[in-house]
């Protein structure tokens, strides 16, 4: 008896998934009349997931967060981090002393020379920042910004790299950090995803694929991962109506399915069909949502010179200009990738290109922001995966991890400051040293959260995205 029992959930179960299989494809198209459900008090009515802290650890200083990936690994040395000391010795052997027995990609064999920054650094603001003569724009908002100029990582691969700044582990399988702030403090909107992901591609250097894990959930329950959305065209595939069919028989359908789902879960209590009952709840209200979100008729002229985009062009700056809108409606999380900067050689002409697809853009972002009172709760940050080597790789840059910059503005962060050193080389960071999982500490603490209590239980361990490694926040960069 026992065993019939047992054959019949495990068919049970399978019939589901091939159902699910089946109709899956068209999740996106059958979306629409949840965004009547609060005046019909519908069945279909979305409720906002909520975060599994119920109460925070420190006062929260941001809630929402738009990272700038810069996916390829931009040279600090023609960036955020001036070096006259590699200027003067341009050419020279790269002192031994830095480079013996240290981890090179793509240089190992060959002679080590000093390469100079190829473009000259100014101060920025009252601050003084010195940044590279290429972002006059971002300079303008220098006194917005905390630069740190010490950052290591540990992977110096591109794809473990990004998985390492992603997950706090440079093995894949891991939640992302976009995945971990939506399991601890929920998403604020039920029309939008909490977490968005946005990718361009530019001109100026090799663009290095960008793998759908690296926004992924990893062992956290689906319902937290990074969604994709299409810089150009229609954002969300198959999220319009199916031709032919009606608002009501999206409604029936739909109520049907999410029925077959509760029953089913209510036997075998699997977290996965509660992400797949809120996926088609979502779908209905993002119908109404999404066009909405994409209508920018609004905006202004000054908005659009403002980034550089009329928007809708699939560019960075079109890009970043929704990320604000996204910020506007709610949304927790969004990622924009530029694939542009893996510069191995030719890096002179292709940083020219590649600093004039986000200068103006990125400035952009962080004044608008700021204008319309954004920016106070949100945090912006600006990194790639790893730096660039000190040492010439012909007319570019192999992969360096030993110390590289990045930069943040927004709520809780210290502005017009600059944290950390590399040596006089640029290549290791020698003052105030920040490791990626000590941006994440001190990310998770602007959000209110300790780093070592936001945990998930996952084959008998507890896991947290500062992993088991020693991580500590940056309390110097904090305001």
């Known amino acids: 008896m ?15 998934r091939s159902f699910i299989k089946h109709t899956g494809a068209g999740i996106g198209g059958i979306a629409l009349h949840a965004l009547m459900a609060a005046e019909n008090n519908s069945a279909l009515a979305g409720e906002l997931t ?9 006062p929260q200083r941001v809630k929402r967060m738009i990272h700038l990936c810069m996916a390829g690994g931009p040279s600090h040395l023609e960036t955020l981090d001036d070096k006259p000391t590699l200027r003067a010795k341009h050419g ?34 009252a601050s003084g920042q010195s940044i590279s003569e290429l972002f006059p724009q971002i300079g303008s908002v220098a006194d917005d910004l905390c630069i740190i100029r010490s950052m290591h990582t540990d992977q110096i691969n591109h794809d473990p790299a990004h998985t390492l700044f992603n997950t706090g582990s440079g093995n894949a399988g891991r939640p992302s950090m976009g995945a971990w702030l939506l399991y601890g403090l929920g998403q604020e909107t ?72 509760r029953q089913f879960d ?67 999380f969004v990622q924009l990738y530029h694939r542009a900067w893996d ?55 192999d992969h360096h991890i030993k110390g590289f910059s990045m930069f943040m503005a ?32 001190t990310m998770l603490r602007l959000f209110g959260i300790d780093h070592h209590k936001l945990t998930y239980k996952f084959q008998g361990l507890d896991f947290k995205l500062t992993g088991v490694e020693e991580a500590h926040v940056v309390e110097e960069v904090l305001s």
């Open 2 to 16: 026992i065993d019939y029992q047992a054959q019949q959930l495990a068919a049970l179960k399978q019939n589901r």
């Open 50 to 58: 909520t975060g599994h802290l119920k109460t925070l650890h420190y």
């Open 92 to 125: 020279e052997p790269m002192p031994e002393s830095l480079t013996k027995g240290q981890q090179i990609a793509q240089l190992q064999g060959r002679a080590l020379n000093c390469f100079a920054p190829q473009f000259e650094f100014k101060k920025f603001g």
């Open 190 to 261: 039920e029309n939008l995803p909490g977490y968005v992901v946005l990718t361009s591609v530019g001109k100026g250097g090799q663009a290095q694929p960008i793998a759908a894990r690296q926004w992924h959930s990893g062992f956290l329950p689906s319902r937290y991962q990074g969604v994709q959305f299409h810089a150009s065209g229609a954002p969300v595939l198959y999220l319009n109506r199916p031709e032919g069919v009606t608002m009501s028989q999206q409604e029936s359908l739909v109520g049907s399915i999410n029925q077959l789902n």
């Open 266 to 332: 209510s036997v075998v209590d699997d977290p996965e069909i509660a992400t797949r009952i809120q996926q088609y709840e979502m779908a209905f209200r993002m119908q109404s949502s999404v066009p909405e979100l994409m209508d920018l008729t609004g905006e202004t002229k000054q908005t659009f010179e403002q980034y550089g985009t009329q928007g809708g062009d699939g560019t960075y700056a079109s890009n970043c200009l929704l990320a604000r809108r996204l910020i506007e409606k709610g949304v927790r």
């Open 343 to 397: 510069h191995h050689g030719g890096i002179k002409r292709s940083m020219e290109i590649t600093a004039d697809e986000v200068d103006r853009a990125t400035a952009g972002l962080i004044a608008d922001l700021k204008e319309r009172g954004l920016l106070d709760e949100t945090l912006v940050v600006w990194s790639g995966e790893f730096g660039r080597t000190p040492m010439a790789q012909g007319s570019g840059r």
């Open 410 to 441: 927004g709520g809780g962060i210290k502005p017009g400051f600059s944290y950390g050193n590399t040596d006089e080389f640029g290549y290791n960071a020698v003052e105030n040293p920040v490791h990626v999982r000590d941006f994440h500490a």
